[in-house]
């Protein structure tokens, strides 16, 4: 399975967070939609989770 990776330095915010998080897609989605509503104020809703799912990359393995 091909891990995921949400950067938060890929999307302008006031605080200029730089977290980074990698995991299987559901982690992700999960980490990263809390730390969008603890750290960026960001409402939870389904529409926020698919935001976020639809912003994940794959993890670049190095050769």
Do not use: F, W
């Not at 950067?7 to 939609?33: F, H, M, Q, W």
């Not at 969008?36 to 939870?44: G, M, N, Q, R, W």
């Amino acid at each position: 399975m091909t891990r995921k990776i949400a950067d938060c330095r890929k999307y302008p915010s006031v605080s200029n967070c730089s977290l980074t998080i990698s995991g299987e897609e559901e982690e992700v989605v999960r980490a990263a939609t809390e730390h969008a509503i603890s750290v960026h104020e960001h409402t939870d809703s389904p529409e926020l989770r698919e935001q976020v799912r639809a912003s994940l990359e794959d993890e670049k393995v190095p050769a």
